[in-house]
Nanobody
C-alpha cells in the first residue's frame, strides 16, 4: 500500500535552514507528481510546493518563493523540501502528498521557527 514518511523537522532559529525528506513506497514513484503542504495551528492546510514526475517543473506558494526548493530523487523514491531563511510564520506541520486516484498523505513532521 502507499506509504509516505516525512522526516527532518525540528526547532530552528529565524533565518535558519532545514531539509525535509519524504520517503515513498507502495507505488511507482517516478510516475506521479509530488507535493508538500503545511498546516499551522488554527489554520487550513495549504500547498507549499509541487514537483512534476521528472522533476523538471516546480511550483511554489508565493509565501515561500525564493526561500524553499522542492526536489526529488526518483531512484530513492524520495522528495525533498529545502527550506532556507526560515521565518516564524513558517512554523507548521509539513506533509507530503501524492494523488493516485485519491490523495495519500504522510504523518507529517513538525517545523518550529523560534528564537
Amino acid at each position: 500500500q502507499v506509504q509516505l514518511v516525512e522526516s527532518g523537522g525540528g526547532l530552528v532559529q529565524p533565518g535558519g535552514s532545514l531539509r525535509l525528506s519524504c520517503a515513498a513506497s507502495g507505488f511507482t514513484f517516478s510516475a506521479y507528481s509530488m507535493s508538500w503542504y503545511r498546516q499551522a495551528p488554527g489554520k487550513e492546510r495549504e500547498l507549499v510546493a509541487v514537483i512534476a514526475r521528472s522533476g523538471g517543473n516546480t511550483n511554489y506558494a508565493d509565501s515561500v518563493k525564493g526561500r524553499f526548493t522542492i526536489s526529488r530523487d526518483n531512484a530513492k523514491s524520495t522528495v525533498y523540501l529545502q527550506m532556507n531563511s526560515l521565518k516564524p510564520e513558517d512554523t507548521a506541520v509539513y506533509y507530503c502528498k501524492v494523488t493516485k486516484i485519491w490523495d495519500y498523505w504522510g504523518q507529517g513532521t513538525q517545523v518550529t521557527v523560534s528564537s
